[in-house]
Each structure stands twice: as C-alpha cells, then as structure tokens.
C-alpha cells in the first residue's frame, strides 16, 4: 500500500551534516508514525527518531541535540537532519511508516536503505 523511498546518504567527516529524506507513496498526514531507523554492520537495527502526524517527535538517547525528524505534508516527504556526526552513526539508514486501519489492523512499510558513512 505505502512505498517509501530514501535518499540523501553518502561519505562525510565526523562533524559533518546530512539531510537524508524519504517520500512516501501517500500523504504523511494519513500515516499514524513514521520513523528512521539504523543498522550498523554486525549490529541489530536500532529507532532512531519517529514523529507522528500530529508532529510528536522522539529520540534516541545517541543522537538527541544533533538530529532532527521533521516533516513536509506537501511533499509526502520526512526529514532526518544529521549534525555534528561521529563515526558511530555509520550505518544504513531506514524509513519506516506505520498505519493503523479504521478496523484496528496495523500495517508497517519500510524503505530501501541509504547508506551513511562517517570517517576521517
């Protein structure tokens, strides 16, 4: 039902920033959460931040004061904006929507992956 397509990973030094973005198939608005995810090689994958349709954010004790989910409805697009980087944040990086139907029944969808690497 929801396809979620992310983008913006890459190379960068520890200290660096990246925006990474996931667009999603429907509006957002219609999506009870979303949230990233991360999975470092060898490591389970973790929650990183989530926000809700009515904009409630959350985050990790790791990378609280340096990322930031946000949201855009008229794109049917949501943000990860990463700063101050350091190498533990290399992993792959997942979008997730999670929507419950009108008859209680919980759906969950997850994006490809974008890769982030921090190392000097």
């Known amino acids: 039902q929801v396809q979620l397509v992310e983008s913006g990973g890459g190379l960068v030094q520890p200290g660096g920033s990246l925006r990474l973005s996931c667009v999603a198939s429907?509006?957002?608005?219609?999506?009870?959460?979303l949230a990233w995810y991360r999975q470092a090689p060898g490591k389970e994958r973790e929650l990183v931040a989530t926000?809700?349709?009515?904009?409630?954010?959350n985050y990790a004790d790791s990378v609280k004061g340096r990322f930031t989910i946000s949201g855009d409805n008229a794109k049917n697009t949501v943000y990860l904006q990463m700063n101050s980087l350091k190498p533990e944040d290399t992993a792959v990086y997942y979008c997730?929507?999670?929507?419950?139907?009108?008859?209680?029944?919980?759906?969950?969808?997850w994006g490809q992956g974008t890769q982030v690497t921090v190392s000097s």
């Open positions: 997730n929507s999670h929507l419950i139907s009108r008859w209680g029944r919980p759906y969950d969808y």
């Open positions: 429907v509006a957002i608005t219609t999506i009870n959460s």
């Open positions: 926000i809700t349709s009515g904009s409630t954010t």
